[in-house]
Each structure stands twice: as structure tokens, then as C-alpha cells.
């Protein structure tokens, strides 16, 4: 596998999204020097490392992984140059604690349903900011997952932290 720094367009891609949940002013803050993309046979992830990290990745080739996964891009079939960034669950779990926009505070019981892969009904949801892909948090402000919000009485599941245990990722 290949591994690179980001190009323009990607950083580009990236920052438009995170832009959606931590805002503009906080989007400065964020060190995208940290982020590197790693290439294998049309797929491109985008990872999360310190410095250090990425510093010792000068002396390798092929590299399985290294560091936290953030995302991931896909290319748009027949436009090159078109790529869009899509955020993983620990991409999320990153920036978490800037986020102030895009996101539904869940009550217990909507946290218990979220994290075994249930949606959530508007009952259990305590506070609504914003719609679409949403990071949903328990009354705690702890990140439980991404939801999907279009405005009616659900959100729905779309990536919980339970994942990993219900499917041993």
C-alpha cells in the first residue's frame, strides 16, 4: 500500500466536511498536517497520526496501517479530479468535543437503543442541532455514533461505538 501526504483538493474535501460539524472559526485549529492518505487499489482511507508517526512511515514502502482511521475518500466515477470525503466513527470521535453544529444529544433509554444498532425515536432525543449526517452524543456529550436526521420523529442509526463488539471489528 501507498501512503501520502493529502493534496490540495483533499484537504479541501476534508475541511468542507469537518466545517459542517466543528464550524468555521474552529476548523483553523485542526491539524491536518496529521492526516495522510493510504492507496490500495482505487481506495483511498485517510488516516489520523502524531508527528512521530508519520515521521517513521518515511522508512517504509508497504504499509498495512498506522495510526487512527479517519475517513475516507471516494473518487466520483468518470471525474478524476471530483472526490468526496466521507468521516468514519473514530474520525468523529476525534473531533467530538469541537463539535457545535450537526448533532442530537440522546436520552438513556435512546443512547442504550443507539449503541445495539437501533434507531432512535424523537422521544428519547433531549436536543437537535442541525440534520442530515449527525454525531449523536449522550446527555454526557459523549459521542455514541452518526445518526441520520431529515427533520421527522427518527434518527437514524447509521455507525455506533456497540459496532465493534456486535461485529468484532
Same mark, same amino acid.
Not at 469541537?98 to 422521544?123: P, Q
Given at each position: 500500500?501507498?501512503?501520502?501526504?493529502?493534496?490540495?483538493?483533499?484537504?479541501?474535501?476534508?475541511?468542507?466536511?469537518?466545517?459542517?460539524?466543528?464550524?468555521?472559526?474552529?476548523?483553523?485549529?485542526?491539524?491536518?498536517?496529521?492526516?495522510?492518505?493510504?492507496?490500495?487499489?482505487?481506495?483511498?482511507?485517510?488516516?489520523?497520526?502524531?508527528?512521530?508517526?508519520?515521521?517513521?512511515?518515511?522508512?517504509?514502502?508497504?504499509?498495512?496501517?498506522?495510526?487512527?482511521?479517519?475517513?475516507?475518500?471516494?473518487?466520483?466515477?468518470?471525474? /478524476? *479530479? &471530483?472526490?468526496?470525503?466521507? @468521516?468514519?466513527?473514530? =474520525?468523529?470521535?476525534? $473531533?467530538?468535543?469541537? #463539535? +457545535?453544529?450537526?448533532?442530537?444529544?440522546?436520552?438513556?433509554?435512546?443512547?442504550?437503543?443507539?449503541?445495539?444498532?437501533?434507531?432512535?425515536?424523537?422521544?428519547?432525543?433531549?436536543?437537535?442541532?442541525?440534520?442530515?449526517?449527525?454525531?449523536?452524543?449522550? /446527555? *454526557? &456529550?459523549?459521542?455514541?455514533? @452518526?445518526?441520520?436526521? =431529515?427533520?421527522?420523529? $427518527?434518527?437514524?442509526? #447509521? +455507525?455506533?461505538?456497540?459496532?465493534?463488539?456486535?461485529?468484532?471489528?
Amino acid at each position: 500500500m501507498k501512503h501520502r501526504p493529502l493534496n490540495s483538493g483533499e484537504i479541501k474535501s476534508v475541511k468542507n466536511i469537518l466545517t459542517n460539524y466543528i464550524g468555521k472559526n474552529n476548523i483553523e485549529n485542526f491539524k491536518f498536517e496529521n492526516l495522510y492518505v493510504l492507496e490500495d487499489k482505487g481506495k483511498y482511507d485517510v488516516i489520523y497520526a502524531n508527528k512521530e508517526v508519520l515521521e517513521n512511515l518515511k522508512n517504509f514502502r508497504n504499509i498495512y496501517g498506522a495510526g487512527i482511521s479517519f475517513g475516507s475518500f471516494e473518487v466520483k466515477s468518470g471525474q /478524476k *479530479n &471530483k472526490i468526496k470525503f466521507s @468521516i468514519s466513527l473514530e =474520525g468523529m470521535s476525534l $473531533i467530538s468535543s469541537d #463539535i +457545535i453544529k450537526n448533532y442530537v444529544v440522546v436520552n438513556k433509554k435512546g443512547e442504550t437503543l443507539f449503541l445495539y444498532g437501533r434507531d432512535v425515536f424523537k422521544s428519547s432525543i433531549l436536543e437537535i442541532n442541525g440534520g442530515g449526517k449527525v454525531a449523536v452524543f449522550n /446527555k *454526557n &456529550k459523549e459521542l455514541l455514533g @452518526i445518526g441520520s436526521y =431529515g427533520g421527522g420523529d $427518527i434518527i437514524k442509526n #447509521i +455507525i455506533d461505538k456497540g459496532w465493534y463488539l456486535r461485529k468484532g471489528g
